[in-house]
């Protein structure tokens, strides 16, 4: 189920400037009403179909975590919530303009599971600390995030942090970010945080995007991951954000034109049709 046009959330009464101000100073900031009870549903009955089919294969994505991947393609809800007006107005304020989407996956950590390592999100553009962010983050409680069940564990200011190894040794323990299921927080790239165990006797089940500047690789292969025929049918925001757009007039090009060429049906790569080479 999908929002009516009418219903989708507008950027207009919200006051992202709030929002930015925590960011810049906390950063991270919580929007508690991001979801409306009738999209939370629409989350939830998306995902349980993916939800118990099994784990994460390395202690970083979770032994008793199970994470859904290429969450964008799995439902226009998801594609609705990527291109959220309020979410783009905070995006703006810190990517450059032609900012791609990065990852789009589900998250449930079920109980027992260990802290995740602390981390930041935008750590494999390998510029020096500190420095401006080079991914903006989102997470979106599907359940209520407490301090038992795994609600993210973050070092409140570590986004100015320098060498972040020497920060953690001396910082004392983290914070548990605790907001009801339907809220989501976002935090610049830089933040230190991790998942965090879940000593509770329920699942934890979140979904998270990121996104990258325009000249940064994307951590999913959007070409690759989503069908063009599922690609073809979203909207041009979305479109965008996957990647089908220019950076500059060299950056995205496909054998020299435009990549939203690749949409068109029945589009053929011209070089599968010209002469080659032995
Ligand atoms: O699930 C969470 O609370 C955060 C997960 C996370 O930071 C990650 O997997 O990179």
Redesign the pocket.
């Known amino acids: 189920m999908s929002m009516a046009l009418s219903d989708r959330p507008s950027a207009d009464a919200f006051e992202a400037a709030g929002h930015l101000e925590r960011m810049n100073r906390d950063g991270y900031t919580i929007i508690e009403d991001f979801l409306d009870p009738a999209t939370l549903r629409a989350v939830r009955e998306g995902l349980a179909p993916h939800f118990g089919t099994h784990r994460g294969r390395n202690p970083f994505e979770g032994l008793t975590t199970e994470r859904v991947y290429t969450l964008v393609a799995r439902g226009k809800v998801f594609e609705d919530i990527t291109e959220d007006p309020r979410l783009l107005a905070l995006l703006d304020a810190f990517l450059a303009p032609g900012y791609l989407l990065s990852a789009s996956h589900a998250?449930c950590?079920y109980p027992g599971e260990a802290q995740?390592d602390m981390?930041f999100?935008d750590s494999f553009y390998p510029m020096p600390r500190p420095r401006g962010a080079m991914g903006v983050t989102m997470?979106c409680a599907i359940d209520d995030f407490t301090a038992e069940n795994?609600g993210?564990a973050i070092h409140p200011g570590s986004h100015l942090w320098g060498d972040v190894k020497a920060e953690l040794a001396k910082a004392g323990p983290p914070i548990s970010l605790e907001m009801p299921a339907g809220a989501c927080a976002v935090w610049p790239g830089t933040l230190v945080?991790?998942?965090?165990a879940n000593r509770s006797d329920a699942p934890r089940r979140?979904f998270?995007n990121q996104y990258c500047p325009p000249w940064g690789r994307q951590q999913e292969n959007y070409f690759l991951g989503v069908p063009q025929e599922m690609a073809r049918a979203m909207s041009p925001r979305v479109q965008a954000l996957l990647g089908y757009q220019m950076n500059g007039s060299i950056m995205g090009q496909v054998t020299g034109r435009h990549p939203l060429r690749a949409l068109v049906e029945g589009f053929e790569p011209s070089v599968a049709r010209e002469p080659r080479a032995v």
Do not use: K, S
């Not at 945080?193 to 965090?196: D, E, L, P, Q, R």
């Open positions: 998250i950590i995740q981390h999100d997470i795994g993210t945080h991790g998942a965090g979140a998270t």
